[in-house]
Nanobody, 123 residues
Framework: QVQLVESGGGLVQAGASLRLSCAAS????MAWFRQAPGKEREFVAR????????YYADSLKGRFTISRDNVKNTVYLQMNSLKPEDTARYYC????????????????????WGQGTQVSVSS
């Protein structure tokens, strides 16, 4: 069983930065998703077990960076130049299957989910 606990959310002004953390145990691939009010949950980023391969939603490339520290069993999401449209609840997710998948952006590929952390960006 993989347990995921997110932290680091908060209320910030547009243009600010935040770093989210997800404490995760186990040999798993990790990802971040987000869900804004009234919208479906969407893929943000994914990172391989080694950290050597990362994947991003096209709209977020250049502003968001996913990373991991396997010694600390933690995955991070660095978010820069935040915009009001980034307001959402952010979830980390774990995939027990560590090989590359073309459909990595699908929620169905992930076996475990955290409770989420709220990020609110004011204009």
């Amino acid at each position: 069983q993989v347990q995921l606990v997110e932290s680091g959310g908060g209320l910030v002004q547009a243009g600010a930065s935040l770093r989210l953390s997800c404490a995760a145990s186990g040999h798993v691939v990790m990802a971040w998703f987000r869900q804004a009010p009234g919208k479906e949950r969407e893929f943000v980023a994914r990172i391989s077990w080694s950290g050597g391969n990362t994947y991003y939603a096209d709209s977020l490339k250049g502003r968001f960076t996913i990373s991991r520290d396997n010694v600390k069993n933690t995955v991070y999401l660095q978010m820069n130049s935040l915009k009001p449209e980034d307001t959402a609840r952010y979830y980390c997710a774990a995939d027990r299957q560590t090989y590359f998948k073309t459909n990595y952006a699908s929620e169905k590929e992930y076996d475990y989910w955290g409770q989420g952390t709220q990020v609110s960006v004011s204009s």
